[in-house]
């Protein structure tokens, strides 16, 4: 995951595009555990769909990893707008997401989970206003 200023987001986006990157873009800010799950449902590949009687972390963890390993893209990119905003609302669902999402990017390159298939390149922005490096580190 990478921290970065909106500020930057627009190049970076468009680089990524040219570069034959997929961009899925969470949208605004998200305040609350459902609402997190509301954005990866809504614009992430998800396999199998998640059914949203409930919301569970290990569900949703299991269904991103193979949904981004099935996906045809093989580069793409995760936009988190305004994180900052769950990790004051509610700390215990921003450490759950973030670890969810690190563990994604790991698993997409990992031969053990492909089943032949080549590794995907998964990078998750996490995109704020900083005013400096130590407002960036907040992230972590």
């Known amino acids: 995951m990478v921290g970065i200023d909106e500020r930057a987001l ?3 986006l468009d ?13 605004g ?6 609402e997190f799950f509301d954005r990866i449902v809504a614009t992430v590949p998800l396999e199998p769909p998640l059914a949203r009687v409930r919301d569970v972390w290990d569900a949703l963890s299991d269904s991103l990893e193979s949904g981004l390993i099935d996906a045809p893209a093989s580069a793409m990119a995760i936009v988190w707008r305004n994180p900052l905003l769950l990790k004051e609302r509610d700390p215990d669902a921003y450490r759950v997401a973030t670890e969810i999402l690190n563990t994604a990017v790991s698993t997409v390159k990992d ?3 492909l089943g032949g298939q080549p590794p995907t ?4 922005l996490l995109v704020e206003r900083f005013r400096d ?6 992230l972590t």
Do not use: C, H, Q, T
């Open 133 to 138: 490096e130590v407002a960036r580190d907040r």
């Open 10 to 12: 627009s190049g970076l």
């Open 121 to 124: 390149r998964l990078l998750v």
């Open 15 to 27: 680089a990524l595009v040219a570069s034959g990157y997929s961009v899925f873009d969470l949208g």
């Open 29 to 34: 800010a998200i305040g609350s555990k459902a």
């Open 111 to 113: 031969a053990r989970y």
